[in-house]
């Protein structure tokens, strides 16, 4: 078997894997911001319900995380899962779980930002609205792109994890191809993938580091 | 018969630790006047001004701008403004931090316009008008398309008090607006605050410059303690009956 | 508590369907006949899930669960398709009765899970019936199957008494790992190893055998002849084995509506030559021997 047919297959599963990637980013991302908003609420029980959301999504195993998402419907509801369903729970699993990361980055983003800035906006007639997302939200998006990097970095290796729900990624197939050919190479070739992957992840984040670096 | 802006009635502010900060604060400032507010650390005058502007919430008494009431004490309760008439007593003042607060990924010009725009729902072509006369006022003209971070805490601070001025307040407060500057850059802000005392602009300035203070303002409010210890001209508090412990505290600096 | 769990995953679920749209479209970049499987999946899964409340005859798809990993019986072409001689029996059986096959690629360990929450119709993967008996609804058995233990040519173990002291490595819930475990088979044995390593695949095991930390896999005999016949020789089987065994379709408990259904399909294909010719596809893993049907 060539080599270039195991790029092809594994190409394949890349175009997965970065379809998790992105649609993780996508939702996440958004629900991550609002996490972090409910987490610092005044109201004791959503900061609280929060809390413990949090301290699942970061204190279990994601792959378990990813069986239970994809499991749950039958086990909690009765109700009998399709395989269709296998990619949903992906994304389901990622999103929810990164979503408790970026909430505490964003957590700590907000907070990082001085009162005088919420001050200044306040005095001159924002609404909480306004002052969130055309005052306080650019800044935090600076001071967050060295963390938000990171955790992206991580995702993508960790869409490696959705093997277990047998989702066609690059890491599903590079271990089905390494069992038809009884080697270790679609594996190492798979790695090699990852790591260009994560290169162009790392370029474009430094790249938009900089264009947000405009003000300080 | 001068027109009565500010109107504060025995405030009285303790915070949650149960430190009594203003005890009987009263002050009434008309419209054109200058009043400057000093006084030693702790001594309540950055309080009085943050519950003036409602950055604090009060403990007693009340504040009115223009007759109305925007905050009061009554049987243990505060209340504050309903949403429409909140609305017009914040349009009504504007306030100059210590430490400017400018939006640092906005312009020069966006800092000025933006609430405008916003805010006063006010036409973009007629910001942009606004901030480049006060921008031209100030002496800021060339640097319209500066980010904060590129320009000198002089500089900044005058683009903060032009930020306030575009909506057009009738009253500006000011906190220590020179505090945070180096010495040598405190001149260029303190002459446009005269500028527009010449102007006839009313202001409460909160500041520690003696002389400045004394050279600007109608009124001069000494408070120590929570409470004012002595209130006249400059030239009653400086010249001889003077209180004795203001000129002990003017002393100090050498005056 | 249940409520807001109910809640949560109801939310996130709604979320989730979002993205299940983008979902489909991407499956176009495998190649055409896996796309054609995952598609209707998803179509067809839906009109299943209403049927099956009504009546499990107007069947129209089977939902076929395998390890990808495990040829010959299901893997991975060099095409990108899902084949292997189970797959191949399958799809015979879904063309007889007009039914659409899905061959679903699933996560070994997690198969029960699979067959019960309905992700699946059943498990048709070299699937052995010895000690699953009353676990699963099983089809007759249609291969005989050893269990057996590979060592490198070179390597001085030559008989199961040479194994005291060494690192034996098996899959993990496998058959292998059941024969070593029960009290009536091997355990005796397995108590002299000096360790016995469990993974998760067969090429992760066969790796670990080469690089010298392990010195022996006990495993199927079907896999042990593809897998030495893939890496072109170096290792042999000993003469001892562990087991002697049978593979079944295994269906979800008390399923035996379906079961019966494909058995009789199966059954048919044996009397007109068609599953002993399909056999012969896969002679050189030695499916020919171990088949045990039409003998």
Redesign the interface.
């Known amino acids: ?1 060539s080599f270039g ?1 195991i790029l092809s ?1 594994l ?2 599963g890349m ?2 894997s970065i ?1 998790i990637f992105v ?1 993780t980013l996508l ?1 996440s991302l958004p ?1 991550g911001l609002f996490v972090a908003l409910g987490r610092m609420s005044k109201l004791k029980i959503l900061s609280g ?1 929060i809390k413990i ?1 949090i301290a699942i999504m970061r204190g279990t195993p994601l792959m378990l995380q990813l ?1 239970v ?1 994809y ?7 009765g109700i ?10 992906v ?2 699993a990622f ?2 779980n990164y979503a408790a990361y970026f909430a505490e980055i964003f957590r700590a983003g907000i907070q990082s930002i001085s009162i005088g800035q919420w001050e200044a906006a306040q005095i001159l007639g924002y609404n909480k609205a306004q002052t969130f997302f055309k005052i306080i939200l650019p800044q935090v998006i600076q001071r967050i792109i060295p963390p938000v990097t990171n955790e992206t970095i991580t995702l993508v290796k960790d869409t490696s994890l959705s ?4 989702i ?1 990624e690059m890491f ?2 590079a ?10 190479i679609p594996l190492m070739i798979a790695g090699l993938f990852y790591f260009i992957f994560n290169y162009i992840v790392a370029f474009g984040m430094d790249r938009f580091e900089k264009k947000m670096s405009y003000f300080r | 018969m001068a027109e009565v802006l500010v109107e504060i009635k025995n405030l009285k502010k303790t915070f949650e630790n149960g430190t009594e900060v203003l005890k009987d604060f009263n002050l009434s400032v008309n419209k054109g006047e200058v009043v400057s507010i000093i006084g030693p650390s702790g001594s309540g005058k950055t309080t009085a001004l943050r519950c003036a502007t409602m950055l604090t919430p009060i403990s007693g008494g009340s504040i009115s701008y223009l007759g109305k009431k925007a905050t009061w004490e009554e049987n243990g309760t505060v209340h504050v403004a309903n949403k429409h008439d909140m609305k017009e007593i914040k349009q009504s003042f504007g306030l100059v931090f210590q430490n400017f607060n400018l939006f640092p990924h906005y312009t020069v010009l966006q800092n000025i316009t933006d609430a405008q725009i916003h805010v006063a729902k006010v036409p973009k072509s007629e910001a942009i008008d606004r901030a480049v006369n006060l921008l031209d006022r100030l002496g800021l003209s060339d640097k319209r398309d500066f980010y904060p971070c590129n320009l000198s805490g002089g500089q900044q601070q005058r683009v903060s008090i032009a930020r306030a001025l575009a909506l057009q307040p009738k009253v500006l407060f000011f906190d220590e607006p020179t505090s945070a500057l180096d010495p040598e850059l405190t001149g260029e802000v303190l002459k446009v605050i005269k500028q527009l005392a010449s102007e006839h602009m009313t202001m409460i300035i909160v500041t520690h410059e003696m002389q400045f203070a004394r050279e600007v303002s109608d009124r001069i409010v000494f408070m120590e303690g929570g409470v004012i210890q002595a209130e006249g001209t400059p030239d009653e508090l400086f010249n001889a009956i003077g209180n004795t412990r203001f000129l002990e505290f003017v002393g100090k600096y050498n005056m | 508590m249940k409520k ?3 809640l ?2 109801a939310s ?2 709604t ?3 979002c ?2 749209g ?2 489909d479209t ?2 176009t ?3 055409a006949e ?1 796309t054609e499987a995952t598609e209707t ?2 179509e067809e ?2 009109t ?2 209403v049927a ?1 409340e009504e009546a499990t005859t107007e069947r129209t798809t089977l ?1 076929v669960g395998f390890d ?4 010959p019986y299901g ?4 095409n ?1 398709d899902y084949v292997g001689f189970d797959l191949d029996l399958a799809q015979e059986v879904c063309n007889r009765l007009d039914w659409e096959l ?1 061959k ?4 070994w ?2 198969k029960d ?1 699979e067959l ?5 119709d059943c498990i048709w993967n070299g699937f052995t019936i010895n000690g699953r008996e009353d676990d699963y609804t099983f089809s007759v058995p249609y291969v005989d199957n050893s269990q057996v233990y590979v060592v490198k040519a070179e390597s001085d173990i030559k008989s199961e008494a040479d194994l005291a002291g060494k690192v034996v490595g098996v899959q993990a819930d496998s058959s292998a790992l059941a024969a070593l475990e029960d009290a009536e088979g091997k355990a005796d044995v397995a108590a002299t190893f000096g360790d016995l390593v469990q993974f998760a ?3 992760t095991g ?2 670990n055998l080469e690089s010298g930390a392990i010195d022996c896999l006990a495993l199927d005999i079907g896999v042990a002849n ?2 030495i016949a ?2 072109n020789g170096g290792y042999v089987i000993l003469a001892d084995q562990l087991a002697s065994e049978q593979y079944g379709i295994g269906f979800l408990k008390g399923n035996t509506e379906l079961k019966d259904q494909v058995e009789k399909v199966l059954l048919e294909m044996v009397d007109d030559g068609t599953f002993g010719k399909i056999a012969e596809q896969y002679a050189d893993f030695g499916l020919v021997d171990s088949v045990c049907l039409g003998k």
């Not at chain 3, 019960?116 to 699946?120: E, Q, V």
Request: glycine share 6%; aromatic share 12%.
């Open positions: 078997m047919v297959q190409g394949g175009v997965k379809e649609l939702f629900l319900i959301y069986i998402v499991f749950a419907p039958y086990y909690v509801f009998n899962i399709s395989s269709g369903f296998r990619f949903t729970a994304i389901i999103s929810i093997f277990v729900l047998s066609a599903t197939i271990k089905q191809i390494g069992a038809r050919e009884a080697s270790i | 807001l769990l109910a949560v995953l996130a679920m979320l989730g369907l993205a299940c983008s979902a991407a499956t970049t495998e190649t896996v999946a998803t899964v839906a299943t899930e099956a939902i990808a990993e495990f040829p893997y991975m072409d060099e990108g899905v679903q690629p699933i996560d360990d997690a899970m019960s929450s309905g992700a699946i695949d067969y090429n066969f790796m593809y897998e893939a890496r």
